[in-house]
């Protein structure tokens, strides 16, 4: 393992940059995100992350534990500018009704992006790994507690039902989602834009 203080391609290995970030650890995140997207959580290498990062493995074992916990800052690094760019376009405001109206209709017109490749990746490895496992479970239960605040919010407002489970709520609105990155991985036809939209606003509408 690389000793603190080791200069690596002009940066100290221990520290951190000005503002806080270790640069480092940004360097070795991308390489994993670009390695596991394009060879998959099992045919990705320690060593392959590395080199493409410009570093040694001891760079990557002084702050991850191993592949796992790369995978999981890749998918962090990377999970929520999609959303967070919706949400920074849209004045939500809390209404969940919009909020699943709007990321809804965007399933069927968003890119490809590197997120959806690493969360692929991540639920295929789980079937084999059981740390992958957890770090997604880990990850989906995370993004169910944003999405339950939201839910709770919307009955107390009467946009939802109150006599609506907030899981079921949850775990179908992950369902579509996930359905929809299936499709992608196997280039599946997708619904055109206005039958979707008309097909998502009926079933918001419903939750009312």
Known sequence: MLADGVII????????TGDGRDE?????????????????????????????????TG???????????LLRAAIESYSRHEIDDLF??????????????????HLVTRQQTTEQ???????VASRRDPEVKTLVR?????????MAALVV???KDGHIAGELDELAVIRFCHAVGLGFLLYEAIDLDQPDAGP??????????ALS
Do not use: C, N, P
């Open 88 to 105: 920074a376009s849209h004045r939500f405001e809390g209404r969940v009704a919009d909020i699943l109206t709007t990321v809804g209709s």
């Open 24 to 56: 480092i650890r940004d360097r070795l995140v991308a390489a994993a995100a670009e390695v596991f997207s394009e060879k998959g959580y099992d045919g990705a290498r320690v060593g392959e992350i590395a080199r493409r990062a410009g570093l040694t």
């Open 153 to 155: 919010q919307a009955k």
């Open 196 to 205: 979707w939209e008309v097909l998502i606003a009926r079933m918001v509408a």
């Open 117 to 123: 490749a690493l969360l692929l990746e991540a639920f």
């Open 138 to 146: 880990d990850l989906m239960e995370e993004r169910a507690r944003r």
């Open 59 to 69: 760079a990557i074992y002084g702050r991850f534990t191993g592949k796992a916990e």
């Open 9 to 16: 391609d002009g940066v100290t290995d221990a520290a951190a």
